[in-house]
């Protein structure tokens, strides 16, 4: 009754954000939403469900786990266990290669690992498809985690109890390079999941839904034709679409620090200056991911190095979807 997990984080191109109440008062997403699953950004899980146990225990990088994301993993195992019809307890274990919480999203690599590495514990079979309900329990991003390359993850359609997640194109259709320019490894101040739930009180949030389904049609394109330039300028615009909502919210939420301004203008200096072909995308945190191609990284990654503020730059190329593992961590 153990299995091990591997996932990678991702990065969205056009981003979730906000949350309303589907059916059945479940949360489903706001808005579709388009992601590049990374390597090297990732998380590797067992999970062992033990009879002897009295509650679920968990261990993220060798320590306990918050009781934030505790309380994330024993949902998420709960489900688990009332699929399979188990009665016992699980101990996880789970350790990210990268820094966490810090922007650069290990919710999603940890909840899309932990949803395939218990429901293999716990014998459930069946495709990637039955664990997407899983992993959003746990962190709605995990879901597009699930799969390797580019995904698409559409809100429930009309009468629909679940949202559907779908890969646009895998990771050999186009290498792509994420740079993680790390400003900071704080913990969030406000983590996306109460983010999200603020989206309704912006004012702007009904602009940036009504313009969605054009940059959608255009970034599906872009990622289809491998063409960089026409991706970058989308991803960018519904980036800092995205951040107008969060800034505009009620409380006002702002990620960036001076730091995230100072990369975003180095980014369009490379670009205008050097002919550099990069562009910035920013999540729920001050980190800016500069998207580039892998010719041109070494000299991206060196410039984005030299910016005041920037501590690391986090190399991360186009990844593959969870799989599973022999080794395990206990
Ligand atoms: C800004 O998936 O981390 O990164 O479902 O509450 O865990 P929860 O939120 P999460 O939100 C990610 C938001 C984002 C944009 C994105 O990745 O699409």
Redesign the pocket.
């Known amino acids: 009754m153990k299995a091990t997990a591997n996932a990678g984080s991702n990065i969205?191109f056009v981003?979730?954000?906000g949350v309303g109440k589907g059916r059945s008062n479940r949360r489903v997403p706001l808005n579709p939403?388009v992601?590049m699953t990374l390597d090297v950004a990732r998380t590797t899980t067992t999970v062992a469900f033990l009879p002897g146990l009295k509650e679920d225990v968990c261990t993220i990088n060798n320590g306990p786990a918050p009781p934030d994301a505790l309380e994330r993993v024993r949902r998420v195992l709960d489900r688990v266990r009332r699929i399979a019809g188990l009665k016992a307890f699980a101990r996880t274990v789970s350790v990210n290669h990268f820094p966490t919480s810090a922007g650069i999203?290990s919710?999603?690599s940890g909840f899309a690992a932990l949803a395939l590495a218990a429901a293999r514990a716990a014998g459930l079979t069946g495709n990637l498809k039955g664990l997407v309900p899983l992993t959003i329990l746990g962190?709605?991003?995990?879901c597009r985690s699930l799969y390797g390359g580019y995904v698409l993850w559409s809100p429930p359609a009309g009468g629909q109890a679940s949202s559907r997640v779908r890969q646009l194109e895998d990771e050999d259709h186009w290498q792509l390079v994420d740079l993680v320019a790390i400003l900071s490894r704080e913990q969030k101040t406000v983590p996306?999941?109460q983010g999200?739930l603020l989206a309704r009180t912006s004012p702007l949030l009904e602009g940036r839904l009504a313009s969605l389904g054009r940059i959608l049609t255009k970034v599906k394109k872009a990622v289809r034709e491998r063409n960089l330039q026409a991706l970058g300028e989308w991803l960018e615009a519904d980036a800092l679409c995205m951040h107008a909502v969060m800034m505009t919210s009620q409380p006002a939420l702002l990620y960036w620090e001076p730091a995230t301004l100072a990369v975003i203008k180095a980014v369009r200096d490379l670009r205008e200056r050097r002919g550099l072909p990069c562009y910035f995308t920013i999540?729920?945190g001050p980190n800016v991911h500069v998207i580039t191609l892998p010719e041109q990284a070494n000299a991206v990654a060196r410039a984005l190095k030299k910016v005041a503020g920037v501590q690391e730059v986090l190399r991360c190329p186009t990844g593959r979807g969870a799989y599973l593992q022999e080794e395990a961590l206990f």
């Open positions: 969205a981003k979730y954000w939403s992601s999203a919710s999603a962190s709605g991003s995990a996306s999941e999200h999540d729920a």
